[in-house]
């Protein structure tokens, strides 16, 4: 890469005086940083621990406002025991007052000046020692000096070995007319009073530990313990009592650079020596940067002459902001003709214009599916084409959306390779049948054969009778409905097969489910008696009628049962059974009971082998067959009626053995307006 001229080195060596400058700032600049991240360490240090000093005598002063509190409602109490009658019940009624308002308070006893217990009250759960207030020699030293000295006296710090937590005792004396006459005595608990009247968020900074100092401290923390870091003591002077108040922070050694200025000092520095290099790059980059915008410009040009999908933005106003060459090739409309222009479009067919208006307040209001619509445009020369159209938020560089990009595909080809796939499906369903009508034309003429001998036998009979003169009219009736009864029976079976093999194209209508299969039944049975298969039918009452083409139908049936029995040639003949079931189901999961039915299914159910994992997974693939003669068109055939009709064909497992095919098809609706034909 060629050095611009202001980055070649001079021919002149560098004199000391243009050295000793830049080097002198860069020194000082450096020292500056250095003293900076020292002095505010120490800085650091100092305001920690003053904050640490500020907190501890916070603790203390909240301490000492509750035990002098305390205290001064203890001695109200005694004054009020000295003055008047209280008794032992009302006693202990004022101390549940008092433990329920200072959660501190362990229990509180009234005892005489024989050191006799008169009354105690304390929580639940506790210790029987703790109903003996002068069961330890502290809590005794200290009723005595406070009868001594008649004023009140705290205990020593003992610890309660049963409950395992440290405690002391406030003794307030009683004094009827200057003379002892018993005292008060409060069980404080060293945790309780930490608990209480040290915050949760003062805990989370620091490890506040409380206590004597020959006894083991009550301690309160939350989020570890101490570093010995910051900590700071205060002694709590009560009277008999000294208490150590510690406050050791759970922070350790602060940064070594703790605050925003510090740190910018030394940032600056470092930005002085990248400045240069900095410098040198952002030439050499925006010369990069600008070959390739040329670049990208002449790609983006090249991409956009070469797409096939059309591309339309508009604004949020409705207004053609731009379109390409696609698009214009498209419609025949040059760009210049179209940017600009506001509803209605002149690429609009004018017998749908108000579908259009529709559809272009849905995309402004951002209502419009993103799944795509199709839609007719018309060329500028008149001829109409077929288009998909998919609609999608135009966003800017700052994600504010300032219109809408249209994505638009010419389907009319694709329309017309769907029509002729359908046609061709239409006769490969034709040719399908008439190869069923084909292995069913030896079944056919024996089935045939049995209605044909009945009829021959009952005529025989009739002859023989008239000749015998012992033809009456009651015989006649009834060899007559006999010969009638088998005449009916031949004639369903050939017309079955008629209408069956018949080429029409496929027309829908409403039509009733039990029809469908009383159609069908001759043919299935006659296959079933082949095999000796017994067929079972599982139909729900009063079902709703369908809407669907009942010769592709029957085709679906036809095929699915003979498939059924065919897979139990190898299943003992007492097992031998084909179970049809139909009932009504719901789309979506619903509950027929909660939305009503809106589909019904069809469900051919065989006690065969079943199926191996490698035939499942390409039973619906096209020429795939398990019969040596078979052709592997059927069950796609199939799947594809049913899903003309919108309905889904599938398979499981037949919990008897076997397998259950099973598909829907849509109940007829009065909302719905039937078309002959093809959708």
């Given at each position: 890469?060629?050095?611009?001229?202001?980055?070649?080195?001079?021919?002149?060596?560098?004199?000391?005086?243009?050295?000793?400058?830049?080097?002198?700032?860069?020194?000082?600049?450096?020292?500056?940083?250095?003293l900076t991240v020292v002095l505010s360490y120490r800085f650091e240090?100092?305001?920690?621990?003053?904050?640490?000093?500020?907190?501890?005598?916070?603790?203390?002063?909240?301490?000492?406002?509750?035990?002098?509190?305390?205290?001064?409602?203890?001695?109200?109490?005694?004054?009020?025991?000295?003055?008047?009658?209280?008794?032992?019940?009302?006693?202990?009624?004022?101390?549940?007052?008092?433990?329920?308002?200072?959660?501190?308070?362990?229990?509180?006893?009234?005892?005489?000046?024989?050191?006799?217990?008169?009354?105690?009250?304390?929580?639940?759960?506790?210790?029987?020692?703790?109903?003996?207030p002068l069961a330890r020699p502290a809590a005794l030293e200290a009723l005595e000096r406070a009868a001594r000295l008649e004023q009140p006296s705290y205990s020593r710090v003992y610890v309660n070995p049963t409950a395992r937590r440290a405690q002391f005792d406030l003794t307030i004396p009683v004094l009827k007319q200057q003379k002892f006459a018993g005292a008060l005595i409060v069980n404080y608990a060293l945790t309780s009073i930490l608990d209480e009247h040290v915050p949760w968020w003062f805990a989370q900074e620091y490890e506040v530990s409380l206590g004597e100092p020959d006894t083991p401290p009550a301690i309160r923390r939350s989020s570890g313990k101490g570093k010995e870091m910051f900590t700071h003591q205060i002694q709590i002077e009560l009277a008999g009592l000294t208490l150590r108040l510690k406050i050791n922070s759970i922070h350790g050694e602060p940064q070594l650079i703790p605050n925003i200025l510090t740190g910018t000092v030394v940032v600056l520095c470092l930005i002085l020596l990248f400045s240069l290099w900095a410098l040198w790059r952002d030439i050499s980059q925006r010369i990069t940067l600008d070959q390739q915008l040329a670049e990208q410009s002449a790609f983006r040009k090249a991409m956009e002459d070469s797409l096939v999908t059309g591309l339309r933005a508009r604004d949020l106003e409705g207004r053609v902001t731009y379109v390409n060459p696609a698009f214009c090739e498209m419609t025949g409309y040059r760009a210049e003709e179209m940017i600009g222009q506001t509803p209605p479009m002149p690429y609009w067919a004018p017998e749908a214009i108000e579908d259009y208006q529709r559809r272009h307040e849905e995309v402004l209001a951002g209502t419009v599916s993103r799944e795509g619509y199709e839609a007719v445009f018309k060329r500028k020369n008149g001829e109409r084409f077929e288009v998909l159209i998919f609609e999608a938020p135009l966003i800017d560089a700052n994600g504010r959306q300032t219109g809408w990009m249209s994505s638009i595909l010419d389907i009319t080809q694709q329309k017309k390779v769907e029509l002729l796939n359908h046609q061709q499906q239409e006769k490969l369903q034709s040719a399908a049948r008439l190869t069923t009508m084909g292995e069913l034309a030896s079944m056919l003429s024996h089935e045939l054969n049995q209605p044909l001998s009945a009829i021959s036998s009952y005529s025989t009979a009739s002859l023989n009778l008239l000749q015998g003169g012992k033809f009456?009219?009651?015989?006649?009736?009834?060899?007559?409905?006999?010969?009638?009864?088998?005449?009916?029976?031949?004639?369903?079976?050939?017309?079955?097969?008629?209408?069956?093999?018949?080429?029409?194209?496929?027309?829908?209508?409403?039509?009733?489910?039990?029809?469908?299969?009383?159609?069908?039944?001759?043919?299935?049975?006659?296959?079933?008696?082949?095999?000796?298969?017994?067929?079972?039918?599982?139909?729900?009452?009063?079902?709703?009628?369908?809407?669907?083409?009942?010769?592709?139908?029957?085709?679906?049936?036809?095929?699915?049962?003979?498939?059924?029995?065919?897979?139990?040639?190898?299943?003992?003949?007492?097992?031998?059974?084909?179970?049809i079931r139909v009932q009504p189901t719901a789309t979506n999961g619903a509950g027929a009971a909660e939305v009503g039915p809106t589909l019904l299914e069809v469900a051919v159910a065989d006690r065969g082998s079943g199926m191996s994992p490698e035939v499942e997974g390409q039973i619906f693939t096209s020429f795939f067959s398990t019969k040596t003669e078979g052709m592997g068109m059927g069950l796609n055939i199939c799947r594809t009626a049913v899903e003309f009709h919108g309905g889904r064909l599938e398979f499981v497992p037949n919990p008897g053995g076997g397998t259950i095919f099973r598909f829907t098809l849509p109940i007829y609706s009065y909302s719905v307006h039937p078309t002959a034909g093809a959708p």
């Open positions: 890469m060629r050095i611009p001229s202001i980055f070649k080195a001079s021919s002149k060596k560098p004199r000391p005086i243009r050295l000793i400058i830049p080097v002198g700032v860069l020194l000082l600049l450096l020292t500056t940083a250095v240090l100092q305001t920690r621990q003053r904050s640490v000093i500020a907190d501890a005598l916070w603790v203390e002063q909240a301490i000492q406002f509750q035990l002098t509190r305390n205290r001064e409602a203890m001695e109200t109490l005694a004054q009020e025991i000295a003055h008047t009658k209280i008794t032992p019940r009302d006693f202990e009624k004022k101390a549940a007052v008092l433990l329920r308002n200072h959660p501190e308070f362990i229990a509180l006893h009234w005892v005489d000046a024989q050191h006799k217990t008169l009354a105690t009250r304390a929580r639940e759960n506790m210790d029987p020692v703790e109903l003996k009456s009219a009651e015989d006649a009736l009834g060899l007559l409905g006999k010969i009638n009864q088998q005449a009916l029976r031949a004639g369903q079976v050939i017309r079955s097969v008629q209408e069956f093999v018949r080429k029409r194209p496929p027309t829908r209508a409403r039509l009733a489910l039990e029809t469908l299969i009383h159609n069908v039944q001759p043919l299935v049975e006659l296959q079933a008696a082949q095999h000796d298969v017994r067929v079972v039918y599982e139909v729900t009452p009063a079902l709703p009628d369908i809407y669907v083409d009942a010769v592709m139908m029957e085709q679906v049936l036809l095929n699915l049962t003979r498939n059924g029995i065919e897979a139990m040639q190898d299943t003992p003949l007492a097992e031998r059974v084909l179970t």
